[in-house]
Each structure stands twice: as C-alpha cells, then as structure tokens.
C-alpha cells in the first residue's frame, strides 16, 4: 500500500542545530526531538517515534508534525510532500526498504553572515547577541557535525541520490568537514548519480575549490534565497547589501553553462513581502533568473503572511490577484482562505522592537503596506 508520504522512509533532515527530522518542512513536537549531537542516525531509524509517523503514513493520516504540508495544499498550494513526489517519482516508484535513506538535508552548522528578520539564532549564528539583547537567551554557534557523525552520515546513505545542503550559510559552514563528507562521494564513485542542492544566501559566492569538486557531481542546484528587492531585500535580509546581491546573481548567471551547473530562487514569503509578491516575480524574470520557488514562513506564528487583520487581509489578497503571474494569485487565494490575525498585535509590537534595535523603518520601506495599515 502507498503511504501518504514516501519521505519519511526515503529522507533524513538534519537541521541547524542538529535535529534530527523526516524533512525541512516537519515539525518536531518536543516530545520527538532527537539531536545528532546526542543520537546516532540509527537511533533514529530504530525510535518509536518514527515507527509511529511511518504507521500514520500507511493509515492514510497526517502526522501532527505535518501541519505545514496539509495546510499549503488544502490552500491550493504544492507541499513539500507533492514537489517531491514530482521530482523524485522515479526513485520512488522503484522504492524498496532495504535502500535506507536515499536523499538527505544536511546543515553542516548555523554559521551565518546575515540576521534576516524571519530567521533567529537556530539557523544564524548571526542572531546571537540581538536575540541575547532583546531577549536575555543565549544561544552559542553548534557545530552539527563532527568526523564520527560525518562517518555515520556516509554509512547511512552510501546510496543517496541527493543531498540539500542548507544553512546557516553553506559556505561558512564547517567547509572543511563538508567536503571531506562530498569527497568520499567521489572516492566512491557515488557522486555521478548524486545531485547537490545548496541554499545560498547569495551575499557569499564560493571560490574554486566548490567549483572543482562540483565537476564531479551529477548535478549541482543552486539556489538563491531572495525575500525581497532592493531596499525590501536589504531590510529583510538585514544586514545584507543589494549591491554585493546583484553583483553575485550576474556571477551566478555567467555559470549556468557549465552542463551540471543549474540555478533556482528560493522567496520565503512572509508578513513583510506578501504585497510584494508581484514586484519579486517581475525583478526575477528582468535579471534573467528562473520562476521563484515560494515558501511561506509558518514559524514564528506572527510572521505568517496571514497575519493581517481584516481588511488589510483582504485589500493585499485582491492586489495579489491582479498579478500576471499565476503564482501570486495563488498566493492571493491563500490569503483569502488562511487567518493568523490572532498574531497581529504581536508582529506590531516585534516589528518595532527590531525596527529600533536595528535602526531599520518597516513604514518607509514597505509603505504601501503602512499605508494599507493606516488606511483602515
Ligand atoms: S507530509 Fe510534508 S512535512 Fe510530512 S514528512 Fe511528508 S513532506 Fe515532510
């Protein structure tokens, strides 16, 4: 029988800070966490939790760590569980257990250049002492793997076709300890069947040693994570500049024709880019970069681009719907049909709070949706 989703046999996440997960998009109930600091990856196969996902899955239920996926598709949207369905039917027609894992999402650690405002010290060791001096909670930079765990990674999936290799930063993140785990892909020839996925936050572009392991890979997938344009992008991305931006997405685009070389765009859509939506679209079709991939932030819960109350909601969702592009208007039924404004005093009150910290203004920078705010 075909479960509901296929990920959690077929997948391993290993995020920022070391938790261990079935994908990106799950999250964890705290009774469930297991950290690879602390754990094997095979205390993970074995642990109950899992056993207990993998059952719902066969029963045809969502996991409750799989809220995110539910709600993206009863919104009309593509999941996680449906794009890589999409992507990986092949490998998952001829699926059989006794292959273990065969892709993962591996974040090496949480060091990271930028604070962006959707983020915290989880995923950005950039985040440290804003967080420490707002909030009173240290957080200290994790290194996720060491040389045993980058073993026990490669015992796990000697088969893997693919691998995502997220933040932090990529390329500020234990570099060394990375390649040596992508360098016994190619001792073992493994590499000519593996693809790599790295999220990039484009302000860092990766020297020669990258670009010479690469050649040694199926594919390469860069992504670029881009929430905004311009002076949107800087505020967002804080403290990220545009300038360094477009200088490394002309760069990025001079690559893409090395054969194995393949670009794409990330757009976590949140409280602060919804309206923008169309103006991303457009900026990124301009510059000659692909269709953007769009996320929306679900956590913290008053970033949700649903976090507006009526009818500011409702204004932004039929500005959405006059776009050209198909996808924002799908973002505009999303807004018609999804409701956080039980959250919105609170992104008030923290939008202010970083705005002063960070001497940022939300209303000079996205003003035409201050003005939607103060027009009602
Ligand atoms: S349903 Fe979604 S969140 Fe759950 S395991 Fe599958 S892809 Fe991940």
Same mark, same amino acid.
């Given at each position: 029988m075909?479960?509901?989703?296929?990920? /959690?046999?077929?997948?391993?996440?290993i995020? !920022?800070?070391?938790?261990?997960?079935?994908?990106?998009?799950?999250?964890? !109930?705290? =009774?469930?966490?297991?950290?690879?600091?602390?754990? *094997?990856?095979?205390?993970?196969?074995?642990s109950?939790?899992?056993q207990?996902?993998?059952?719902?899955?066969?029963d045809?239920?969502?996991?409750?760590g799989?809220?995110?996926?539910?709600?993206?598709?009863?919104?009309?949207?593509?999941s996680?569980?449906?794009?890589?369905?999409e992507?990986w039917?092949?490998?998952?027609?001829?699926?059989?257990? @006794?292959?273990?894992?065969?892709t993962? =999402?591996?974040? +090496?650690?949480?060091t990271?250049?930028?604070?962006?405002i959707t983020?915290? /010290?989880? !995923?950005s060791?950039?985040?440290?002492?804003e967080?420490?001096?707002?909030y009173?909670?240290?957080? /200290?930079?994790?290194?996720?793997?060491?040389n045993?765990?980058?073993?026990?990674?490669?015992?796990?999936?000697p088969n893997?076709?693919?691998?995502?290799?997220p933040?932090?930063?990529?390329?500020l993140?234990?570099?060394?300890?990375?390649?040596?785990?992508?360098n016994?892909?190619?001792?073992?020839?493994?590499?000519?069947?593996?693809?790599l @996925?790295? $999220?990039?936050n &484009?302000? #860092?572009?990766?020297d020669?040693?990258w670009?010479?392991?690469?050649?040694?890979f199926k594919?390469?997938?860069?992504?670029?994570?881009?929430d905004?344009?311009g002076n949107?992008?800087e505020?967002?991305r804080?403290?990220?500049?545009?300038?360094?931006?477009?200088?490394?997405?002309?760069?990025?685009?001079?690559?893409?024709n090395?054969?194995?070389?393949r670009?794409?765009?990330?757009?976590?859509?949140s409280?602060?880019?919804?309206?923008?939506?169309?103006? +991303? +679209?457009?900026?990124?079709?301009?510059?000659g970069?692909p269709?953007?991939?769009c996320?929306r932030? @679900?956590? !913290? =819960?008053?970033m949700?681009p649903?976090?507006?109350?009526?009818p500011v909601? &409702?204004?932004?969702?039929?500005?959405?719907?006059?776009?050209?592009?198909?996808?924002?208007? $799908?973002?505009?039924?999303?807004m018609?049909?999804n409701?956080? =404004?039980? @959250?919105?005093?609170?992104f008030?009150?923290?939008?202010?709070?970083?705005?002063?910290y960070r001497? *940022?203004? +939300?209303?000079?920078?996205?003003?035409e #949706?201050?003005?939607?705010?103060?027009?009602?």
């Amino acid at each position: 029988m075909q479960p509901l989703c296929l990920i /959690p046999w077929t997948n391993i996440d290993i995020a !920022p800070r070391g938790n261990i997960q079935p994908c990106c998009k799950y999250e964890v !109930p705290n =009774s469930e966490v297991m950290n690879i600091t602390t754990n *094997t990856i095979q205390d993970y196969v074995q642990s109950e939790n899992l056993q207990k996902i993998k059952q719902q899955m066969l029963d045809n239920q969502w996991p409750q760590g799989c809220i995110r996926c539910k709600t993206e598709e009863e919104s009309g949207i593509k999941s996680k569980r449906l794009l890589d369905y999409e992507r990986w039917q092949e490998a998952y027609d001829n699926y059989t257990e @006794h292959q273990g894992f065969i892709t993962a =999402s591996i974040a +090496f650690g949480n060091t990271c250049n930028l604070k962006c405002i959707t983020c915290n /010290p989880g !995923p950005s060791s950039r985040w440290r002492k804003e967080y420490r001096d707002l909030y009173g909670i240290d957080k /200290p930079p994790v290194e996720v793997i060491n040389n045993m765990t980058s073993e026990d990674i490669y015992r796990a999936l000697p088969n893997a076709i693919h691998m995502d290799i997220p933040g932090g930063e990529p390329f500020l993140s234990e570099v060394d300890k990375q390649l040596e785990l992508l360098n016994r892909y190619v001792d073992s020839g493994q590499s000519e069947h593996m693809t790599l @996925h790295y $999220t990039t936050n &484009t302000q #860092v572009y990766p020297d020669a040693k990258w670009w010479s392991l690469w050649k040694n890979f199926k594919e390469v997938d860069i992504q670029l994570s881009i929430d905004g344009v311009g002076n949107r992008y800087e505020y967002i991305r804080y403290p990220a500049k545009n300038t360094v931006l477009l200088e490394n997405v002309d760069r990025y685009l001079e690559q893409q024709n090395i054969h194995n070389i393949r670009l794409s765009v990330s757009h976590t859509v949140s409280a602060y880019n919804i309206y923008y939506l169309d103006e +991303f +679209f457009t900026w990124c079709s301009d510059v000659g970069l692909p269709r953007p991939w769009c996320g929306r932030a @679900h956590n !913290p =819960s008053h970033m949700r681009p649903c976090v507006y109350t009526d009818p500011v909601r &409702t204004s932004i969702a039929e500005y959405l719907d006059t776009s050209k592009h198909d996808d924002v208007k $799908t973002w505009g039924k999303y807004m018609k049909t999804n409701n956080s =404004s039980e @959250h919105y005093e609170r992104f008030l009150t923290m939008r202010d709070k970083h705005d002063v910290y960070r001497n *940022t203004n +939300f209303a000079k920078t996205f003003p035409e #949706v201050e003005e939607l705010i103060n027009g009602f």
